[in-house]
């Protein structure tokens, strides 16, 4: 049996959705980030996939480069819940109904 471009383009869907739904109803900062990484996983699936099937598509580079972003994104975010948690002494975000400084 032959893995064709469908079955790639499907699990990055569900792989989007559940990401998605994470972000949507989950209310704990770490897993909206874990949601957004799981987002950001079925684009960089579907870079590759496309780059598998068409050799003159550079997928793979735009993937890495995708990962290497994405690393830096969840390195900020990270510091930003640190903070975050400091000031509010809770990671729920329906505790962050005040701005302070």
Not at 32 to 61: R, Y
Not at 67 to 83: G, Q, R, S
């Amino acid at each position: 049996m032959e893995i064709t471009l469908t079955y790639y383009l499907m699990l990055s869907a569900f792989l989007l959705c559940a990401g998605l739904l994470i972000v949507l109803i989950k209310k704990n900062a770490v897993f909206v980030l874990l949601g957004i990484e799981l987002m950001l996983n079925a684009a960089n699936l579907n870079l590759v996939a496309f780059s598998k099937f068409d050799p003159s598509l550079d997928g793979q580079i735009f993937a890495i480069f995708s990962v290497v972003v994405a690393a830096a994104e969840a390195a900020i975010a990270l510091a930003i819940l640190l903070n975050i948690y400091k000031t509010y002494k809770s990671s729920d975000l329906d505790d962050l109904d005040t701005l302070n400084y």
